[in-house]
């Protein structure tokens, strides 16, 4: 008998993974992941939202006729696949899981998405896991897990992102965001 629960998305699906101070990866140190999804069987997908590579769409795809979206920030998604380009469109629609995320777009579609007024980024690279290995992570407090909040498409800065969401989810979680990253120091 197949389990069919372990196929379908998990409350994960659409959250933030805040990595924790502890988290000492270099990949993934005080970085903001969008989970893009999750199921049991298959592992996790995401994109980091706060690294962006200060370089357009149209920087590394300079010989196509882009439009709009050849303006469009280019952020490393993640580790995985870093010589590939995806786009993907953000938008924010309330309710408790309010940022809607579409992955895997053509450069048409992402196009589309721009005339539609959705936010549209460029990731180098994703972030993946496989089956079992976040649900380990999240044992081990390497991420918090949080909703998405729409400082993601506010946040004038998103190099600063982790720490505006971390100081938004309470006392004890803003000192965790003014921990320096070597403390040895102090």
């Known amino acids: 008998m197949i389990d069919e ?8 699906s659409g959250s933030l993974l805040l990595a924790a101070p502890r988290l000492k990866d270099p990949n993934f140190s005080r970085s903001v992941i969008f989970l893009a999804a999750h199921n049991l069987d298959d592992g996790a997908f995401g ?28 952020y490393l998604g993640g580790p995985v696949s870093t010589d590939k380009l ?16 579409q992955t895997h777009l053509s450069v048409q579609d992402a196009i589309q998405e721009l ?10 690279g994703y972030s993946g896991w496989t089956s079992g290995q ?12 949080s909703p998405p909040k729409k400082t993601i498409l506010t946040s004038a800065s998103p190099s600063k992102l ?11 979680y803003k000192l965790m965001a003014r921990i320096p990253d070597d403390v040895s120091g102090n």
Do not use: M
């Open 47 to 74: 994109y980091i939202l706060n690294r962006p590579l200060e370089k357009r769409v149209t920087d590394l795809l300079p010989d196509q006729d882009l439009g709009d979206l050849g303006q469009v920030p280019v």
């Open 5 to 12: 629960s372990s196929a379908s998305p998990s409350p994960l």
């Open 134 to 145: 976040i649900e380990s992570e999240l044992k081990r407090s390497s991420w918090i897990v």
């Open 115 to 124: 005339r539609l007024g959705h936010e549209v980024r460029g990731f180098v």
């Open 162 to 172: 982790w720490g505006e969401l971390l100081t938004e989810l309470g006392p004890v």
């Open 86 to 101: 995806a786009f993907a469109a953000l938008r924010w629609s309330g309710g408790k899981r309010g940022l809607k995320c």
